[in-house]
């Protein structure tokens, strides 16, 4: 029998590895091109806080339902495969604070790299597909990259709507939070 302690630890330790990543080159990207500093799109307002978690709730909710609507009509089963058999082991012995440390991490350091280093320069559709292709699981679960690409474009138009940074990094680390409850609570529903 596995140590749950050991399991979580592992988890935590595989989502923070590419996120130490990610920050490593965005720091590496703001001192070798001081112009494209980040912190001039760091504008807060209640406004952007709750349009933040307005979005990042009905984007964790949109996908709950997809998974929802591949499961019973049998579509996309692979996503089903991915969230039952995946996804949802990796989250289950993590803590409430381990998904709101995870989550807000992710969302900031990849709204930093993709949002506000990676757009301005290449555009929406680039940085989508970049994002994308972080996300992407492998081959047979293709339509979770497909899935990442959208809510990329998603963020992006966020950032550009509000010039501001923080709108997208709360839209997906609400998202990241509420999903990763989402697939804790399907773990332990199913007795994974």
């Known amino acids: 029998m ?10 935590i330790l595989m989502i ?16 070798f091109f001081p112009k494209d500093h980040v912190s001039k799109f760091f504008h807060f307002s209640f406004q952007v806080l709750f349009e933040g978690l307005l979005t990042g709730t009905g984007l964790a909710l949109a996908g709950y339902g ?10 996309f089963y692979e996503a089903v495969e991915l969230f039952e058999q995946v996804l ?10 381990d998904l709101l440390l995870l989550s807000s991490i992710s969302g900031f350091n990849e709204e930093v790299f993709f949002r506000g280093l990676l757009f301005p320069k290449v555009g929406i559709i680039l940085s989508s597909l970049a994002f994308g292709v972080l996300h992407f ?17 998603l963020f992006a138009y966020l950032f550009s709507l509000s010039n501001s940074l923080w709108l997208p990094v709360i839209a997906h680390a609400t998202n990241n939070f509420i999903g990763m409850i989402l697939l804790t609570r399907m773990a332990n529903k199913m007795k994974i």
């Open 88 to 97: 949802s082991p990796t989250f289950k012995n993590l803590k409430l604070v």
């Open 16 to 31: 923070l590895l590419p996120q130490g990543v990610i920050l490593l080159i965005s720091i590496l990207w703001i001192l």
């Open 66 to 75: 997809f998974y929802f609507f591949a499961k019973k009509t049998k579509k």
């Open 137 to 153: 699981p492998g081959k047979k679960y293709w339509i979770y990259a497909v899935w990442a690409t959208c809510s990329a474009a």
């Open 2 to 11: 596995s140590n749950p302690d050991f399991t979580r630890k592992r988890t």
